[in-house]
Structures are given as structure tokens and as C-alpha cells.
């Protein structure tokens, strides 16, 4: 699964983590744990496991959001997409191995009235928080080794 291409608003994002793929995947998808590590992140409950449409909720910048995992392919992609009042997201994740170090890809697309009626607002919001969960990913992953 990828992004909307053609979505009023998207982004990807790119960083490299210097930790095995395996921590990386493991702290990604531990989602009840991403409040411990991601200050954006207030809750995260999962309902059922890691696998293709088991459901969360979680809180992200103070809104709750409604998501669905949609394809899960350990250690290497992981995506789910997501609903908030008049906005559908899809967000995807790819790990990529480098040596001893992972390329960490993240993207969204966000879609619907309420997106199209604030289409700035929400594409700095979308860089911003991408940017800021590859960041404290990449503080989390290598603070384990």
C-alpha cells in the first residue's frame, strides 16, 4: 500500500537510523509504547496483533484518531490508514537495510472536506509532525543499543 498520490496534501520523508532493523521494527510497531517516545503521541491502544486489519486509537496532537492496519511485512513496510472528522490518511512506513544502519521512509496523504478547506495549515502540520517522528524514532532506536 502507498500514499494517495493525488491528495490535496502528502508528504515522505526520509532519515537514516544506525540501529539493527530489527530494533527499528520493533519499536514501530510496539504502538501502545509510541507515547513513551513520541511527545506527539498522548495514547495508543491496539486491538488485536500486528497483522492486516487489526485496529488502533490513539491520540496524536491532542485528536483522537481511528486507524486500521492495512499491510504488515515485518522489517521491511508497514501501513495503516486512519479517520478523524473530514480527514482520511494513509500512512506508510518502509525500513530499508544500509549496512548496519536502516533508511527509515515515512509518508501520508491526507484527504477529505475538512482537508481541502485548510490545505495549508494541514501540509505544514503533516512536515512537521513526520519530521519530528522520524527524529525520536531514530533517539529511540539508537538510545537501545
Not at 499491510?71 to 512506513?93: D, M, N
Not at 537495510?97 to 533508511?103: F, I, K, L, S, T
Amino acid at each position: 500500500m502507498d500514499i494517495n498520490p493525488n491528495a490535496p496534501v502528502s508528504a515522505r520523508h526520509q532519515i537514516t537510523i544506525n540501529a539493527p532493523i530489527e530494533t527499528v521494527w520493533q519499536i514501530l510497531t510496539d504502538i501502545e509504547q509510541w507515547p513513551t517516545w513520541n511527545a506527539h503521541i498522548s495514547a495508543a491502544t491496539l486491538a488485536g496483533p500486528i497483522q492486516p486489519g487489526s485496529t488502533f486509537r490513539w491520540k496524536a496532537n491532542g485528536t483522537g484518531i481511528f486507524s486500521t492496519l492495512q499491510t504488515v511485512e515485518p522489517h521491511r513496510h508497514l501501513s495503516w490508514t486512519g479517520k478523524v472528522i473530514g480527514t482520511h490518511a494513509i500512512h506508510t512506513w518502509d525500513l530499508e537495510p544500509m549496512g548496519d544502519a536502516v533508511v527509515v521512509t515515512t509518508a501520508e496523504s491526507f484527504e477529505g472536506w475538512l482537508v481541502r478547506l485548510t490545505k495549508g495549515m494541514m501540509q505544514t502540520t503533516l512536515d512537521t509532525s513526520l519530521v519530528a517522528w522520524l527524529n525520536n524514532l531514530k533517539r529511540k532506536a539508537e538510545a537501545n543499543l
